[in-house]
């Protein structure tokens, strides 16, 4: 029996970018995952290099599947807007993007905001919200021993049956 090839279709990412007063934003919307942030990367790259704006606004309100392929896309644009002189800012994620991004740290690199300034609350995930932080056992530190020094160990407990018997 041939494997079942009637899956419904993903919604594809798309974007419109508009311009005003140095400012480039690009809204997303749909899904942006490997075959999907190629294209949006390119069209990003034009604008970026044919308007050479002050400041690139990223809204990803409208996204509603993101992954490491996405985070590659916002990273890689605020390289580019770096180089050109410029500051980016991803513009109110959705549910679903705003879990990924709070995962890999981003707020540390890229300014997020959001409407009326207020963050709001992470999905009910449990593997997002109750997730657990690894605990790490600290490292022994370890230190150079001359040959003598590690001859002089070796040699105590042989002392120590000597003694005994």
Request: proline content about 7%.
């Amino acid at each position: 029996m041939p494997p079942k090839t009637d899956y419904p279709p993903r919604e594809r990412a798309e974007f419109i970018c508009d311009t005003a007063w140095s400012i480039l934003s690009i809204r997303v919307r749909g899904e942006i995952d490997h075959h999907t942030a190629a294209a949006i990367r390119q069209g990003i790259d034009t604008a970026l290099f044919e308007n050479r704006p002050k400041k690139l606004i990223l809204d990803l309100s409208a996204v509603s599947f993101m992954d490491s392929s996405g985070l590659g896309l916002i990273m890689g644009r605020y390289s580019v807007i770096k180089e050109l002189g410029g500051d980016m800012t991803v513009w109110n994620p959705s549910r679903e993007t705003r879990a990924i991004l709070n995962l890999a740290g981003m707020e540390r690199l890229v300014r997020i905001e959001y409407p009326e300034g207020k963050v709001p609350d992470l999905p009910a995930d449990k593997s997002v919200s109750e997730a657990k932080t690894p605990t790490v056992k600290p490292r022994r530190r370890r230190t150079r021993s001359t040959s003598a020094e590690v001859h002089a160990q070796a040699a105590k407990p042989m002392a120590r049956k000597e003694k005994e018997a």
